[in-house]
């Protein structure tokens, strides 16, 4: 199950030094793209100007449009408009919109706009900053230099929009989608958050209705940032919060699926973690301690036991799984059986044989009905791999609970007590 995004691929997050921001143009040019790529989340944008203009009327169109990146305002694509609105796009919202700017501009100088709309009979100029900088004077000397190279009046009005706005917007359009957006917005509002978490407006989860996906997990990675910065712990590249004083089990996850919430961890992943993990005081009591605190609490909790197959550094290649339902029967059996078999095993002599026969023969432990050929197909052409038998516990929390938790501000200490619950092997 993915329940994170891999920050590397994201079309917008370039590669860069450590500890460098984002460029102010690709902040901008994202934006373009989203509103080339995706003309309902611009319609959406259009609307919110819409609704701010003071001197213009401007009705809702529905027509040709289009939109462009570092024009110069010389260009003959800005001739033809009745209406030129002109709107600063800033970290915070400009109050004071009536700063002066020169009537006669410099014939030599260039101006260039960050992003231009046109859209029926209006033009919209947009003054990008990533800071609270007054671009007020720059943006209203774009606009006449636009007026100044046509030599007419055009109606002209500017408003004043936060980059919050665009989050918000953001969040709406994946709302009315039901969360079915294209990868270009989910990568650009992750851009956004990754960099300037502080645009964001999160709400509680009380607030929140249990098919509000995308604003339910804003605020669940917001739940992990503050148990985090209250452990002193950090957030992997999985988006998981790290568990630093386990041997067995190196993270959690906390996630939202269907309007419930899961916290889950892996305990035994790996080679070195089972082999620890194994050697401790490991018998079904302590699994019947887990899933009745748990159960007090509210929740409900799984056990789903596992072995699995990696190759070079570890990476996992294929896994089958015991039927979870015999799990806590059969704890002190899977026990010894992963203590026999932990460890690094050649492919194709006699050791892989027997590993594979001693898994044959526990033939009903299996979901997998084809798993002996699901090994194989995984590890056809390679010469070793390393075998551990993992326990994925996770715990359910309904979203009335979750709700609860938000509203009585417990949800860091809830999260404390499952990992020491989950921790006391």
């Given at each position: 199950m993915n329940n994170y995004s891999n920050e590397h691929l994201n079309v917008f997050q370039a590669f860069s030094q450590s500890g460098s921001l984002p460029i102010e143009n690709n902040l901008s040019r994202g934006l373009v793209i989203l509103f080339q790529e995706?003309?309902?989340?611009?319609?959406?944008?259009?609307?919110?100007?819409?609704?701010?203009?003071?001197?213009?009327?401007?009705?809702?169109?529905?027509?040709?449009?289009?939109?462009?990146?570092?024009?110069?305002?010389?260009?003959?694509?800005?001739?033809?408009y009745s209406k030129i609105i002109g709107v600063s796009l800033t970290a915070e919202k400009i109050n004071e919109l009536s700063v002066g700017y020169e009537d006669v501009l410099p014939q030599d100088k260039?101006?260039?706009?960050?992003?231009?709309?046109?859209?029926?009979?209006?033009?919209?100029?947009?003054?990008?900053?990533?800071?609270?900088?007054?671009?007020?004077?720059?943006?209203?000397?774009?606009?006449?230099?636009?007026?100044?190279?046509?030599?007419?009046?055009?109606?002209?009005?500017?408003?004043?929009?936060?980059?919050?706005?665009?989050?918000?917007?953001?969040?709406?359009?994946?709302?009315?989608?039901?969360?079915?957006?294209?990868?270009?917005?989910?990568?650009y509002r992750l851009f956004i958050l990754k960099n300037w978490p502080e645009w964001n407006t999160v709400e509680p989860l009380q607030k929140l209705d249990d098919n509000d996906e995308s604003r339910i997990s804003l605020r669940i990675d917001q739940i992990k940032q503050e148990y985090a910065s209250e452990e002193n712990v950090s957030i992997n590249k999985r988006n998981n919060v790290?568990?630093?004083?386990?041997?067995?089990?190196?993270?959690?996850?906390l996630?939202?699926?269907?309007?419930?919430?899961?916290?889950?961890?892996?305990?035994?992943?790996?080679?070195?973690?089972?082999?620890?993990?194994?050697?401790?005081?490991?018998?079904?009591?302590?699994?019947?301690?887990?899933?009745?605190?748990?159960?007090?609490?509210?929740?409900?909790?799984?056990?789903?036991?596992?072995?699995?197959?990696a190759h070079i550094m570890g990476k996992g290649i294929t896994s089958i799984h015991l039927k979870p339902e015999l799990f806590i029967e059969n704890v002190d059996d899977w026990k010894s059986f992963a203590q026999q078999n932990v460890g690094k095993t050649n492919n194709g002599g006699q050791e892989w044989e027997n590993l594979?026969?001693?898994?044959?023969?526990?033939?009903?432990?299996?979901?997998?009905?084809?798993?002996?050929?699901?090994?194989?197909?995984?590890?056809?052409?390679?010469?070793?791999?390393?075998?551990?038998?993992?326990?994925?516990?996770?715990?359910?929390?309904?979203?009335?609970?979750?709700?609860?938790?938000?509203?009585?501000?417990?949800?860091?200490?809830?999260?404390?007590?499952l990992v020491r619950l989950v921790g006391q092997f």
């Open positions: 995706e003309p309902a989340f611009l319609m959406m944008f259009i609307d919110l100007i819409r609704t701010q203009l003071e001197t213009i009327d401007c009705e809702r169109l529905i027509g040709e449009y289009d939109v462009f990146f570092q024009m110069d305002t010389r260009s003959q694509e800005f001739e033809y260039k101006y260039i706009t960050d992003i231009s709309i046109v859209y029926g009979e209006m033009l919209i100029v947009i003054e990008v900053k990533r800071t609270s900088e007054n671009c007020i004077k720059q943006l209203k000397e774009q606009v006449q230099s636009i007026i100044s190279n046509r030599g007419d009046s055009p109606q002209r009005d500017y408003v004043s929009l936060e980059w919050k706005d665009i989050v918000e917007l953001l969040n709406n359009y994946f709302e009315v989608s039901n969360n079915r957006v294209g990868r270009l917005v989910k990568d790290v568990i630093n004083d386990k041997e067995y089990v190196n993270e959690f996850a996630w939202n699926e269907k309007g419930t919430i899961l916290f889950a961890v892996w305990i035994g992943d790996s080679g070195g973690q089972d082999k620890t993990l194994y050697r401790r005081q490991f018998v079904r009591k302590q699994f019947d301690i887990i899933k009745e605190s748990v159960k007090k609490k509210g929740f409900d909790v799984s056990f789903e036991p596992y072995v699995k197959f594979l026969q001693r898994i044959k023969e526990k033939n009903d432990w299996w979901e997998e009905q084809d798993y002996l050929q699901q090994i194989d197909n995984a590890f056809n052409n390679k010469k070793f791999a390393f075998v551990s038998f993992g326990i994925n516990i996770r715990i359910t929390i309904p979203f009335k609970k979750a709700q609860e938790l938000d509203s009585s501000n417990k949800w860091t200490e809830t999260l404390k007590d």
